[in-house]
């Protein structure tokens, strides 16, 4: 950690004169802590608010060491020595698979260590365990277990192991999986990189101080691990650099400057960063726990006795003393973690109070609602509410609404077909592209697109070509009747077909895809809703969680829309099949494009027809524009609305469209007969142009004076008028019994029930440890 050994100098009052810190000042400064009953009741109040963190999974900020170094690097080595006693961790490899956190309790009285495991997703502590055969046993176990549970090769659940001792310190620390380069055999490849992902994630938190061991055989410009720290924490404002097995090291250094520099380590940590130099007992033997103690406290001594005697000159001890030795280490730790929990505990207390009125808001919640599964008509109303609060929103997304942000919940033309599933309009090569179609539009807009769309895929039919044999059986059989209007009626019967067949599938796809921009207005009110309730505090029944609820509406809503569009679809059917009716006159009404006329527009000079291959002999004409005949509705005027794309100066109306067809068609028309009525071409290309003519006719009777009313106030005009109608029968007028079913599935009390308790429990804990931090806020 930068510049801790200035730190604690600062930190412990001491004279100005004096010129060294030894490791003495700072063991008798944590004696004072150890006798303080105050610094101990904060140290507990700590480690029963992670025990509960732990077993809740709430995502508190308690400072916390997180040991973390490469696979053999010393870190079990380092925690038994901490704990004062050996239980055969390293044989367990526990870290190599979950984390382990360790709550060291100094506790006078335990002359033989009492450890405890806290229960799975429990914050209750097991009954003590005092052998250390069944300790690293149960790690395993447990290690197993998880594993197994969750079918992976490493898990971040952390065990949690509560150590009560004489000789332990008061700390807590996480020992987290050694970092390593290979899986072992028999692991998966991807190991390796689950551990760092592992260990990355326990060591991001700010309020987590990194303890960080590197072997001194390992040079820092070759350390594999130091950069996966500095990703961590850069500067190393919150990293406490060990240098693990010291004493084979000690073996290089024959003079004081070699010893120094080595120490200083400034060359590759910065001039700031101070590590600690640690050395521990090799020899794994069974011995009792004093013997290991006294081992280790040998190892120091023997450790300092080598650099000021065996090293020419000795070392700098005024600036290194105080890093080297694991009891050095040790005590620094604890000031450390409890200078940190007193800085702490401010923000924690004004945190847990946060949460436990947060905790409380979600009980009461759970509460009405296991209330509300008696109560029927508290339901009735308040789900109502909610519907109703849904169709008004509805009803202004139709009638032209910016929030939600079109940006992310509008579509494009092209959104559109791909979700709706229907991409191109049937009979149609051409591309349609309507006015605004790569806006994201939503409600009322993208309904008004589609219309817009639909007239620019109808104007874009072309009428069919007709075969020789088709035509001559229709067009001979109404000859046989008399009455001179045979080619007329031919070519009536012809149009009438041709609209049938063409512009038929072209009104369903337009009923789908206005249904399709309705559907989606349901997901775009309940997010307005939401909003709503979140900016305003507006509350239309709170019906979050009722899950059968939201997809019983959600499903009436999307009935409703589909009946409309059914509806609809057989309403322009109808209307197609009046217009396209042999009784319609719509085919013989020459006012509608022309204008009243006492003059007929065809004369027919012989009743003989000949269908030979005339049509390909040009026709005799005084007109260059005569042989642009079959290209009648080639030149038709596709409708356009204004756009934003495209300046108003270009746009042709839709109401302004049918006025200027009028003279290009009759041009055509007269194409067929010169100034005297005779007969200029083939009776086949008189036929196919009076049909295009009658085609155009019937199409558009259909699209400017039927199907756009129709469409517009059979959709629209029922989402704002009967919707609420529509769902208040289908949802609310039934027997209690059926109504019921939407709120209280099967085991749905149960499940209230038990997230009630768990609820309980955990108001409870944080109650708890919010009573507790509050006395030791009071005490500072």
């Given at each position: 950690m930068a510049t801790s050994s200035t730190y604690l100098k600062t930190s412990i009052t001491h004279s100005p004169d004096d010129t060294t810190f030894s490791s003495s000042l700072i063991t008798t400064h944590n004696q004072s802590i150890d006798s303080s009953s105050f610094s101990k009741s904060r140290f507990e109040a700590y480690n029963r608010l992670q025990s509960a963190a732990v077993a809740f999974g709430e995502k508190l900020p308690i400072p916390?060491?997180?040991?973390?170094?490469?696979?053999?690097?010393?870190?079990?080595?380092?925690?038994?020595?901490?704990?004062?006693?050996?239980?055969?961790?390293?044989?367990?490899?526990?870290?190599?698979?979950?984390?382990?956190?360790?709550?060291?309790?100094?506790?006078?009285?335990?002359?033989?260590?009492?450890?405890?495991?806290?229960?799975?997703?429990?914050?209750?502590?097991?009954?003590?365990?005092?052998?250390?055969?069944?300790?690293?046993?149960?790690?395993?176990?447990?290690?197993?277990?998880?594993?197994?549970?969750?079918?992976?090769?490493?898990?971040?659940?952390?065990?949690?192991?509560?150590?009560?001792?004489?000789?332990?310190?008061?700390?807590?620390?996480?020992?987290?999986?050694?970092?390593?380069?290979?899986?072992?055999?028999?692991?998966?490849?991807?190991?390796?990189?689950?551990?760092?992902?592992?260990?990355?994630?326990?060591?991001?938190?700010?309020?987590?101080?990194?303890?960080?061991?590197?072997?001194?055989?390992?040079?820092?410009?070759?350390s594999l691990w130091l950069d996966a720290i500095r990703d961590i924490d850069p500067s190393f404002r919150r990293t406490l650099i060990v240098v693990s097995k010291f004493d084979n090291r000690l073996k290089e250094f024959t003079e004081r400057w070699e010893v120094d520099r080595y120490l200083s380590a400034s060359g590759y940590l910065g001039e700031n960063i101070q590590p600690f130099f640690v050395a521990l007992p090799k020899e794994r033997t069974a011995i009792s726990n004093d013997e290991f103690r006294k081992q280790i406290s040998q190892v120091d001594s023997d450790v300092k006795r080598?650099?000021?005697?065996?090293?020419?000159?000795?070392?700098?001890?005024?600036?290194?003393?105080?890093?080297?030795?694991?009891?050095?280490?040790?005590?620094?730790?604890?000031?450390?973690?409890?200078?940190?929990?007193?800085?702490?505990?401010?923000?924690?207390?004004?945190?847990?109070?946060?949460?436990?009125?947060?905790?409380?808001?979600?009980?009461?919640?759970?509460?009405?609602?296991?209330?509300?599964?008696?109560?029927?008509?508290?339901?009735?109303?308040?789900?109502?509410?909610?519907?109703?609060?849904?169709?008004?929103?509805?009803?202004?997304?139709?009638?032209?609404?910016?929030?939600?942000?079109?940006?992310?919940?509008?579509?494009?033309?092209?959104?559109?077909?791909?979700?709706?599933?229907?991409?191109?309009?049937?009979?149609?090569?051409?591309?349609?592209?309507?006015?605004?179609?790569?806006?994201?539009?939503?409600?009322?807009?993208?309904?008004?697109?589609?219309?817009?769309?639909?007239?620019?895929?109808?104007?874009?039919?072309?009428?069919?070509?007709?075969?020789?044999?088709?035509?001559?059986?229709i067009t001979l059989a109404h000859a046989g009747r008399g009455g001179g209007r045979g080619i007329e009626e031919a070519a009536a019967e012809l149009a009438r077909a041709a609209a049938k067949s063409w512009l038929a599938p072209l009104l369903d796809i337009a009923c789908e895809r206005l249904a399709f921009v309705l559907r989606n207005l349901f997901d775009l009110a309940m997010e307005k809703n939401q909003h709503l309730q979140f900016d305003y505090g507006k509350k239309t029944g709170d019906m979050d969680g009722y899950v059968g609820f939201h997809a019983a509406l959600r499903r009436s809503y999307n009935c409703f829309i589909r009946d409309l569009a059914t509806q609809r679809k057989q309403l322009v059917r109808q209307q197609l099949d009046a217009v396209t009716s042999p009784y319609s006159q719509v085919c013989y009404e020459t006012d509608l494009l022309y204008g009243p006329g006492p003059k007929s527009t065809f004369s027919y000079q012989t009743p003989c027809l000949d269908f030979s291959d005339q049509e390909n002999i040009p026709p005799i004409t005084n007109n260059k524009d005569q042989g642009k005949l079959l290209k009648a509705e080639g030149f038709m005027t596709v409708p356009e609305t204004p756009s934003p794309e495209q300046p108003k100066e270009h746009v042709n109306f839709i109401d302004g469209g049918a006025r200027k067809r009028h003279p290009r068609i009759l041009g055509e028309r007269n194409m067929l007969v010169d100034q005297n009525g005779s007969q200029l071409g083939s009776t086949y290309n008189e036929i196919c142009s009076l049909a295009a003519q009658h085609f155009a006719r019937i199409r558009e009777v259909l699209v400017e004076r039927s199907v756009t009313t129709a469409l517009n106030s059979g959709f629209l005009t029922p989402c704002r008028e009967r919707l609420m109608v529509a769902l208040g029968l289908d949802l609310f007028a039934v027997k209690d019994e059926k109504f019921m079913d939407m709120f209280v599935a099967p085991g749905a009390i149960d499940i209230l029930q038990s997230e009630r308790e768990s609820l309980l429990k955990r108001q409870k804990m944080l109650h708890a440890c919010l009573t507790e931090f509050k006395s030791v806020a009071t005490s500072l």
């Open positions: 916390e060491i997180v040991a973390l170094g490469g696979q053999s690097d010393g870190k079990s080595s380092l925690l038994e020595a901490l704990l004062g006693f050996q239980f055969n961790v390293r044989e367990v490899e526990m870290g190599t698979c979950r984390p382990l956190i360790l709550q060291m309790v100094h506790d006078p009285t335990a002359l033989d260590p009492r450890c405890r495991f806290q229960e799975e997703d429990s914050e209750e502590y097991g009954s003590p365990i005092v052998s250390s055969s069944v300790i690293a046993d149960t790690i395993k176990s447990r290690t197993d277990a998880m594993l197994k549970k969750c079918k992976t090769a490493v898990c971040s659940k952390p065990i949690v192991m509560r150590a009560e001792y004489a000789h332990c310190p008061n700390l807590t620390i996480i020992d987290t999986p050694g970092f390593v380069l290979k899986a072992k055999k028999g692991e998966p490849e991807s190991t390796p990189e689950e551990i760092l992902s592992m260990v990355i994630s326990l060591a991001s938190p700010p309020n987590r101080i990194l303890l960080f061991l590197q072997q001194s055989s390992v040079e820092w410009c070759s080598h650099l000021k005697e065996d090293v020419k000159g000795g070392y700098d001890e005024e600036k290194y003393k105080s890093h080297i030795g694991f009891g050095c280490l040790k005590d620094y730790l604890e000031y450390e973690l409890h200078r940190r929990y007193k800085e702490a505990t401010p923000a924690i207390l004004a945190l847990l109070e946060q949460r436990c009125s947060e905790v409380t808001a979600q009980l009461n919640i759970l509460d009405s609602k296991l209330q509300a599964t008696c109560d029927v008509a508290h339901l009735r109303r308040t789900s109502m509410l909610f519907a109703s609060s849904i169709c008004n929103h509805v009803g202004a997304l139709i009638d032209g609404a910016a929030d939600p942000d079109p940006e992310q919940w509008g579509k494009t033309t092209e959104e559109e077909k791909s979700e709706s599933g229907m991409g191109s309009w049937p009979g149609v090569i051409s591309d349609i592209k309507p006015p605004n179609s790569t806006i994201r539009l939503y409600g009322g807009a993208a309904f008004e697109r589609v219309m817009h769309e639909f007239r620019h895929a109808a104007y874009s039919v072309k009428y069919p070509t007709v075969s020789r044999e088709k035509m001559s059986n």
